[in-house]
């Protein structure tokens, strides 16, 4: 395996090239886009080559769009701000709920304990609607529907399974003689999972709580399903905007950047934790 | 486990007896039995929450419960479920939930381990593609859907443009119904395959060193090597990375809603998408119900393999539970 050839090296360059082309090319075309104008966009052969604009974006952030049939107002930064909030206060409270639960689950040989695991990793695979369906004529009857907290509650389906089978993996990995020891010394149970146990998993629980934002903030269904207008995130936000807005192009592009730059930045900070956080902490690298 | 618990036992029972009462460690030992539970309860319940949904689905499953015609409303057992079975919208909906579920997850198979292969050594140019690879999958998969909406626009959609060059000229992609199961199905492969790719990269990297180095001296040809060596050993790396993958593809909602919302026609009517449509659209809750309980049996089904393949890797990964 060590000898390489100089022609299997050119034939292996040339895979990268095309497959990092590929996977690459859609978001280096819509980040072009998202600085072009309508008129530049329509241009026929599309061009590498044109004078970039802001204005796509300076619509977007004073929420002002002016189309052919007037000024319409768009939403869109509400969008974002909501995406920010659902998805961040899911994640905290999923960690609150989540990280004693895993660490319950690592620790203790218990009844029910195995059961229960495996009940909320089961909600990873069970067909969203089926629950989803239900909730919204029952949000309607608690007046949930226009409210985040019945949002956060549901985004708990998404993050909870990913922090709890994370994090549990962490502990496990982590040696109980360490607790021991500092309990041993007249420490109380609490202390003990705050100063030692909670410090040693640190990095699971930064990787399980990133992942679980990313995943929360990408979610589409739930909230087309049970928010309302103006509870909306991003991924269902830029779908009304294009319905809404039509032909403007460069907006959508720009709305599409502005929307998925967070998490792409946050994979990219996250890298190192991504494969273990994607397989549910199955494969150890 | 039982030695240790014993020893702290005693330790605790030790510094209590020279604090205070005789009934404190009997209070003491039953909170520490009820622990576990006490710290897993309150991510429970929000669970439960959740799972009444579940059984209000499989009730409505049974009834005629259409939302503009209340008075209907009555219990049916299962003649949702046996109407299905002359229904062809039905048929449509399980055999296109089915091809797109097989093509994606082939494809995407293919293309992870074939890009996990030219990656395979850690070198620095490999390590930084294959994160490169993370954005895709890391972009929400109905903005992806969008931005591919928009390279496949007609007028001035990139990929329009290149295929005209050569030689297809009104290429239609999503809203054509021959082709529009092999947009979203691009679409699906290109957030979807890095996601196959890193784990079988990782599993590749996993393998042991020794009967590579043992096939290198003796000689033996590449092919032989892949198909006996390196495919047999990666092995539980494909199935749970192919299961995972069969079971979130076969509820494929985000890309198709998207895209195309089903359409054209009922090309795309997978399950999610259909049953969707059948609740907000034709308000029918029963037969969106039944869709949908359809659609879980066969997750069902298909998350127990996965589990029980996924709890092998875990075991093999981290030493037995």
Redesign the interface.
Known sequence: ??QISTFERIV?GL??AL??L???F??F??LL?SFQTNEQ??????SLFFEPTLQNYVALLTGRLQTAAGNLDIAFMRNLGNSLLLSTSSVLLAL???V??A???A????R??ES?A??????R???????????S??FRQLHLTDTYIGLI??Y??IC?PLI?WIVR?YF??IS?DIE?AY??S?HG?WKTFRKIAIPLARPGIAAAGLLAF?FA?????FA??LASASKQP???G??AF?TASGIQ?GQ??AA?VL??TP??L???YA?RY??EG???????? | MALTDSVRSSMTTATQHSQTATRAPARRRALRQALPYLLSLPALLVCIGILIPFFTAVYYSMMRFRLNLPMLKGFIWFDNYISFLSDGAFWNTLSISLIYAFVTVTGELILGLGIALLLVRPTRLNNAVSIMLLLPLMTAPALAALMWKLMTNPNFGILSYLVSLLGFENFKWASDPSTALLTVVLVDIWVYTPFIMILLLAGLRSLPKQPFEAAALDGVPRSFVFFRITLPMLMPYIITATLFRLLDSIQQFDIIYSMTQGGPGDRLMVFQVQSYLEFFQYTNVGRSAALLIVLWAITYALSNLFIKHWLKLRERAHGPA
């Open positions: 395996m060590n292996r895979l990268i497959v990092l590929f996977f690459l859609p978001i075309w819509i886009m966009i329509l241009r026929i052969p599309p609150a709920l989540g004693p639960a660490y319950a689950f620790r203790y040989k218990f029910l304990g229960i495996f009940t909320l990793l089961s909600f695979f069970a067909p969203p609607l089926l629950v989803l369906l239900p909730l004529l029952f509650w549901v708990q389906l909870l709890l993996g496990e990995d109980p021991h309990r041993i007249g149970w990313i903030w990408n979610n589409f269904i087309l399903i991003v991924t269902v830029a779908l294009v192009y959508i592009a599409i929307s998925v998490t792409l946050l994979a990219l890298q991504l494969v994607l397989s549910l902490g199955a494969v150890k690298g």
